[in-house]
T-cell receptor, first 111, second 113 residues
Framework: QQQVKQSPQSLIVQKGGISIINCAYENTAFDYFPWYQQFPGKGPALLIAIRPDVSEKKEGRFTISFNKSAKQFSLHIMDSQPGDSATYFCAASINDYKLSFGAGTTVTVRA | DADVTQTPRNRITKTGKRIMLECSQTKGHDRMYWYRQDPGLGLRLIYYSFDVKDINKGEISDGYSVSRQAQAKFSLSLESAIPNQTALYFC????????????FGSGTRLTVV
């Protein structure tokens, strides 16, 4: 049983558009919520992470929105580019170790 | 050289065979992990180790075993491979704080026929 539920499974967006990926969790003890980006043939790489004491974190075109009361968090990719085409995983953990991952979202950015 | 190196990159093996996947790291991290990735299931934790003498089961450890030979080396074994262990396997490392995220290897694609 997955501890972190991720949706959608895949999405297609036009270049310059906004990609939104959503995740939900049940374990209120989770205190670290990272997003990983994976390109074909590579391992996942940390993209951005947030802790529950803030509601939003932005790094360049990538933003995490966090709703503690709803136990949900999302990744927004602004001005999506073809190079953003990848699989994105949300994850959660307690005390920064033993990450539980979502099922992944494959993002395709059309030029 | 990669920070986390997994060998082999690809492997086809027969049902019932014993196989070992190896992982070595140059990050100097104490914590090491083995995950498997399946389509639609994401990454699931098999085993994790916080140091050479500390090894713990993850959520799907049945059918697998591990060995932490040194701080830098963590190997995963399938004692008797079965077809539903066909998957992409990743080794990862993190420092003690975990705050800088995991560093993953490039993965081993294992096919059990």
């Amino acid at each position: 049983q997955q501890q972190v539920k991720q949706s959608p499974q895949s999405l297609i967006v036009q270049k310059g558009g906004i990609s939104i990926i959503n995740c939900a969790y049940e374990n209120t003890a989770f205190d670290y919520f990272p997003w990983y980006q994976q390109f074909p043939g590579k391992g996942p790489a940390l993209l951005i992470a947030i802790r529950p004491d803030v509601s939003e974190k932005k790094e360049g075109r990538f933003t995490i929105s966090f709703n503690k009361s709803a136990k949900q968090f999302s990744l927004h990719i602004m001005d999506s580019q073809p190079g953003d085409s990848a699989t994105y995983f949300c994850a959660a953990s307690i005390n920064d170790y033993k990450l539980s991952f979502g099922a992944g979202t494959t993002v395709t950015v059309r030029a | 050289d990669a920070d986390v190196t997994q060998t082999p990159r690809n492997r086809i093996t027969k049902t019932g065979k014993r196989i070992m996947l190896e992982c070595s790291q140059t990050k100097g991290h104490d914590r090491m992990y083995w995950y498997r990735q399946d389509p639609g299931l994401g990454l699931r934790l098999i085993y994790y180790s916080f140091d050479v003498k500390d090894i713990n089961k993850g959520e799907i450890s049945d059918g697998y075993s591990v060995s932490r030979q040194a701080q830098a080396k963590f190997s995963l074994s399938l004692e008797s491979a079965i077809p539903n262990q066909t998957a992409l396997y990743f080794c990862a490392t993190s420092d003690r704080t975990g705050s800088y995220g995991y560093t993953f290897g490039s993965g081993t694609r294992l096919t059990v026929v």
